[in-house]
């Protein structure tokens, strides 16, 4: 059984940083895509930043320069830092794994990439305040 678990949300001040974290378990295949995403009270669910078999990174242009993706392969953990945080950041924060490869070469494209991940984690709650 396949689980992803997020941790490293919480409350911090506009300007602040936060580290977020995603382990997975249960994965017995390759791992195609990585993926952070948010869904902000009202909206809907966006990619934030993605990562491939080759550990190229892509990320939306609301968060580049200010987030980083980064993995450790050996741990199986999916990592996001996050800095100069703002309240449009706020969002509660999911990973998500593709394990079947229906992200083809596009898990850079984070308009679509959500679509194609097959593992969801319950998500970490973020809050920036003003």
């Known amino acids: 059984q396949v689980q992803l678990v997020e941790s490293g949300g919480g409350s911090v001040q506009s300007g602040g940083s936060l580290r977020l974290s995603c382990a997975a378990s249960g994965l017995r295949g390759r791992i195609y895509c990585m993926g952070w995403f948010r869904q902000a009270p009202g909206k809907e669910r966006e990619a934030v930043a993605t990562i491939n078999s080759v550990g190229t990174p892509a990320y939306a242009a609301s968060v580049k320069g200010r987030f980083t993706i980064s993995e450790d392969n050996v741990k199986n953990t999916l990592f996001l830092q996050m800095n100069s945080l703002k309240p449009e950041d706020t969002a509660m924060y999911y990973c998500?794994?593709?394990?079947?490869?229906?992200?083809?070469?596009?898990?850079?494209?984070?308009?679509?990439?959500?679509?194609?991940?097959?593992?969801w984690g319950k998500g970490t709650l973020v809050t920036i305040s003003s």
């Open positions: 998500a794994v593709d394990e079947t490869g229906d992200t083809g070469g596009y898990c850079g494209d984070t308009a679509r990439v959500q679509r194609w991940m097959d593992y």
